[in-house]
C-alpha cells in the first residue's frame, strides 16, 4: 500500500472515530437528560409520599386525640420495602414501588405494571380515606357525648343522669389518655429509629470520605 492510499485510510479511520465521538458525545447527553428527568420522577415521588405518609399519620394521631380507639395505630408504622422486593424491582421504579407501599412486585411488562399500579394506589387511598372516615366518626361521638355532657350540666338531665354522665366523661378521658400515651410511644419510637438510621448514615458517610481522601493521598 503506498502513502497516498494509506494516508487516505488513516483518514478514512479518523473520521469514522470522529463520528463515533460524536455519536457518543450525543448518547452521554441524552443519558445524563434521561437519568435528570429519573431523578426530578423519584424526587417527586418520594415527597409524595412522605406527605401521604404525615397526612395518615395525622389522620391516625387525631382519631386517638378524639376518642378514637387503637385499631389504627399499627399504621403508623409504615411498611418498609424488604431486600427481596427491592432486588427483584428495577432500579427505575423503585421509588414508585415505594409510593404504592406493596411487597408483591414481580417481573411485569409495561400493561401489567400500570395495572398493578392503579390497584396499589387505589388500595392505599382506599385505606386512606378509611381513616378519614374513623376520624370523622371518633369526632361525631365526641361531639354527642360533650352535647349529651352539656345537657346534664345544664339541668336538663336528672341528678342521676349528672352523675352517670360524669363518670363516663371521667372514664372516657381516662381511655383517651391512655391511647395518647401509646401513641406517643410509637411515635417516640419511630423518631429513634430515624434518629438510628440518621447517624448511621453519617458514620457510613464520614467512613467513605476518609476512604477516598486516603486514597487521593495515595
Known amino acids: ?18 463520528a463515533q465521538k460524536s455519536e457518543m458525545h450525543v448518547l452521554e447527553a441524552k443519558f445524563k ?11 417527586t415521588l418520594i415527597s409524595l409520599d412522605k406527605m401521604w405518609n404525615q397526612l395518615v399519620d395525622d389522620l391516625i394521631l ?26 427483584s424491582c428495577p432500579s427505575e ?4 414501588f415505594m409510593l ?31 381513616l378519614m372516615r374513623s376520624l370523622q366518626e371518633a369526632i361525631a361521638a365526641q361531639q354527642a357525648r360533650s352535647e349529651y355532657l352539656s345537657l346534664a350540666l345544664n339541668g336538663e338531665k336528672s341528678n342521676e343522669d349528672v352523675v352517670v354522665a360524669l363518670q363516663n ?25 430515624y434518629l438510628d438510621e440518621i447517624e448511621a ?9 476518609q476512604e477516598i481522601k486516603h486514597l487521593q493521598e495515595s
Do not use: C, W
Not at 5 to 12: P, S
Open 100 to 130: 404504592l407501599k406493596s411487597n408483591n412486585y414481580g417481573k411485569k411488562d409495561d400493561n401489567s405494571l400500570l395495572e398493578f399500579a392503579e390497584e396499589a394506589l387505589a388500595l392505599r387511598r382506599s385505606a386512606t380515606l378509611a
Open 33 to 43: 437528560e434521561l437519568r435528570n428527568e429519573q431523578s426530578s420522577y423519584d424526587n
Open 201 to 209: 448514615f453519617k458514620s457510613s458517610y464520614s467512613k467513605e470520605l
Open 93 to 96: 421504579e423503585i421509588f414508585l
Open 1 to 18: 500500500m503506498d502513502a497516498t492510499a494509506l494516508h487516505y485510510e488513516n483518514q478514512k479511520l479518523v473520521q469514522q472515530l470522529e
Open 169 to 193: 366523661h371521667n372514664d372516657h378521658l381516662k381511655e383517651v389518655v391512655g391511647n395518647v400515651r401509646e401513641a406517643i410511644s410509637i411515635v417516640n419510637g419511630k423518631h429513634k429509629r
Open 62 to 87: 387525631l382519631g386517638v386525640r378524639f376518642g378514637g380507639g387503637l385499631n389504627n395505630l399499627p399504621a403508623l408504622d409504615h411498611e418498609e420495602l424488604s431486600e427481596e422486593s427491592i432486588e
